[in-house]
């Protein structure tokens, strides 16, 4: 049977027609054929298979790099808005209200 293994990294995309050897579906890899790194290793003797592949990155939870961008430019704007912004809106509005 022929399966198509699609890996999509940034714009490029990659299409591996694969053959099953046996009847179980199972069929040989190596680790170099996983698209992520595998988590564990099959114990001396057991073939390697797809199972033991990685699951890559979550498509949910941001990476710890976008995390800390967003802090700190929430931080930088916070601070901005406190000291400089604030001050001259209130002393607007408190120059409008008393004339």
Do not use: Q
Not at 25 to 52: I, K, L, R, S
């Amino acid at each position: 049977m022929l399966t198509a293994v699609v890996i999509r990294s940034g714009e490029a995309l990659r299409v591996h027609f694969v053959t099953s050897e046996s009847d179980s579906g199972e069929h040989e890899m190596n680790p170099a054929d996983c698209a992520f790194e595998p988590e564990t290793y099959p114990p001396e003797g057991e073939a390697f298979t797809v199972e033991f592949c990685g699951t890559g990155p979550s498509p949910i939870i941001p990476e710890m790099k976008e995390l800390a961008w967003g802090a700190g430019s929430f931080i930088v704007f916070a601070l901005l808005m406190r000291f400089f912004l604030f001050p001259r809106l209130k002393k607007g509005m408190d120059s409008r209200y008393t004339s």
